[in-house]
């Protein structure tokens, strides 16, 4: 075809053919990369999804970092539930988790356990073997020392009266922890479990449920636990040879020193403060001290199970208390109350090869004594 001036035009079918392949070309890079970007997310998808693999496989620290940084937030200084559940200063404090991701029935979530994940586990402890009794210690992560003189002690024993005895540790997440050494820890004894809630004094109450928690999901066939702290003389013999009695319960038990009518302490300045809107009543219901007690092994799916709607408080071994209240149950005295100690003030072998427990000042305390009860020749 030729204009007006007589000079012939390119045909429009040759014109069009040159652009439709331009644009052909940018529609299959462009769907080139769109697929290539779907596959990218995909895989950071499940990478992060797998966060057992992760903090299997990459160095610990950095998860620990975006736990601070990114992930969980933490709420200071009260911890966060349903909004008519909001608590004062001085109370737990915890991971936060969107309203979507709250088990459904669970009025108090924060001391639910299952809000929280292991990122470091031992199920195999009570896979190779069925315990007869698992000792179940809270510990801080940074206090290796405390574990270090209980794997020496009371810890080491593996075999007791006859009966197979499991030690295990529970840590949470800390600021400026190794968590690096505490993997290399683990490797070494295999007796580390940790967890991401947030390990503070305030948290002993979540500490203690993902403990019973721990124990319903991966060591249900135990017959007995205790949850003991790391700051115990614990006289394993005798303990095992009281579990051993016949009239010794094999369900709903939960023994240790008994606790009676033991006010709430209300002074803001106290370490044991609870607030009227975490605990309204003026006296606790009967509960075991929280140095050291004894449970038969189905009571934490219990324990767990009825989390769910115990309003929480800071004081742990109450607060168990208050689940077996919930659960119409009450703790039973031990056949012998005197050998649940709880300070004295001087070392004496004799009386320590008679006793179940004894609060200690130190780690070096823990170590002395047990070498000195363990020498040979009787003891009184």
Same mark, same amino acid.
């Given at each position: 075809?030729?204009?007006?001036?007589?000079?012939?035009?390119?045909?429009?079918?040759?014109?069009?053919?040159?652009?439709?392949?331009?644009?052909?070309?940018?529609?299959?890079?462009?769907?080139?990369?769109?697929?290539?970007?779907?596959?990218?997310?995909?895989?950071?998808?499940?990478?992060?999804?797998?966060?057992?693999?992760?903090?299997?496989?990459?160095?610990?620290?950095?998860?620990?970092?975006?736990?601070?940084?990114?992930?969980?937030?933490?709420?200071?200084?009260?911890?966060?539930?349903?909004?008519?559940?909001?608590?004062? &200063?001085?109370?737990?404090?915890?991971?936060?988790?969107?309203?979507?991701?709250?088990?459904?029935?669970?009025?108090?979530?924060?001391?639910?356990?299952?809000?929280?994940?292991?990122? =470091?586990?031992?199920?195999?402890?009570?896979?190779?073997?069925?315990?007869?009794?698992?000792? =179940?210690?809270?510990?801080?992560?940074?206090?290796?020392?405390?574990?270090?003189?209980?794997?020496?002690?009371?810890?080491?024993?593996?075999?007791?009266?006859?009966?197979?005895?499991?030690?295990?540790? =529970?840590?949470?997440?800390?600021?400026?922890?190794?968590?690096?050494?505490?993997?290399?820890?683990?490797?070494?004894?295999?007796?580390?479990?940790?967890?991401?809630?947030?390990?503070?004094?305030?948290?002993?109450?979540?500490?203690?449920?993902?403990?019973?928690?721990?124990?319903?999901?991966?060591?249900?066939?135990?017959?007995?636990?205790?949850? &003991?702290?790391?700051?115990?003389?614990?006289?394993?013999?005798?303990?095992?040879?009281?579990?051993?009695?016949?009239?010794?319960?094999?369900?709903?038990?939960?023994?240790? =020193?008994?606790?009676?009518?033991?006010?709430?302490?209300?002074?803001?300045?106290?370490?044991?403060?609870?607030?009227?809107?975490?605990?309204?009543?003026?006296?606790?219901?009967?509960?075991?001290?929280?140095?050291?007690?004894?449970?038969?092994?189905?009571?934490?799916?219990?324990?767990?199970?009825?989390?769910?709607? &115990?309003?929480?408080?800071?004081?742990?071994?109450?607060?168990?208390?208050?689940?077996?209240?919930?659960?119409?149950?009450?703790?039973?005295?031990?056949?012998?109350?005197?050998?649940?100690?709880?300070?004295?003030?001087?070392?004496?072998?004799?009386?320590?090869?008679?006793?179940?427990?004894?609060?200690?000042?130190?780690?070096?305390?823990?170590?002395?004594?047990?070498?000195?009860?363990?020498?040979?020749?009787?003891?009184?």
């Amino acid at each position: 075809m030729e204009s007006r001036t007589g000079v012939k035009e390119p045909k429009r079918p040759l014109v069009w053919s040159s652009s439709h392949q331009k644009s052909t070309l940018f529609q299959s890079w462009f769907q080139f990369l769109l697929m290539l970007s779907m596959a990218l997310f995909i895989l950071v998808y499940t990478i992060t999804d797998s966060s057992l693999s992760l903090w299997e496989n990459v160095s610990l620290s950095q998860h620990f970092q975006r736990f601070f940084n990114q992930t969980h937030q933490v709420i200071k200084p009260a911890y966060r539930a349903y909004p008519r559940h909001r608590n004062s &200063v001085n109370e737990i404090t915890e991971t936060t988790k969107s309203p979507t991701e709250r088990p459904v029935g669970v009025q108090y979530h924060n001391t639910y356990p299952r809000n929280y994940h292991f990122i =470091m586990d031992n199920p195999e402890a009570c896979k190779d073997k069925t315990p007869f009794l698992v000792l =179940m210690v809270p510990v801080e992560p940074k206090n290796v020392a405390a574990r270090n003189a209980i794997r020496q002690t009371w810890g080491n024993e593996s075999l007791v009266q006859g009966e197979v005895v499991v030690t295990l540790f =529970m840590l949470g997440l800390s600021e400026g922890t190794d968590l690096e050494k505490i993997r290399q820890e683990n490797l070494e004894h295999r007796d580390l479990i940790l967890s991401d809630f947030r390990d503070t004094y305030l948290n002993l109450t979540i500490k203690t449920m993902v403990i019973m928690d721990w124990l319903t999901t991966r060591c249900s066939t135990a017959a007995y636990a205790m949850k &003991v702290d790391s700051d115990l003389f614990l006289n394993i013999d005798n303990l095992v040879l009281m579990l051993q009695k016949p009239d010794i319960p094999k369900q709903n038990y939960l023994t240790g =020193m008994l606790m009676w009518n033991r006010p709430v302490v209300r002074s803001k300045n106290s370490k044991w403060y609870v607030s009227e809107e975490s605990y309204p009543e003026p006296v606790y219901p009967t509960y075991t001290l929280g140095m050291g007690y004894i449970f038969s092994n189905d009571l934490p799916e219990k324990f767990v199970e009825v989390s769910k709607s &115990v309003k929480p408080f800071n004081i742990e071994d109450a607060y168990i208390g208050m689940c077996m209240k919930k659960l119409g149950l009450k703790p039973t005295s031990p056949p012998n109350p005197s050998q649940f100690r709880a300070y004295n003030t001087k070392y004496n072998r004799c009386e320590y090869s008679k006793i179940i427990t004894y609060i200690l000042g130190s780690s070096k305390e823990l170590v002395d004594y047990w070498t000195d009860l363990k020498k040979p020749g009787p003891p009184c």
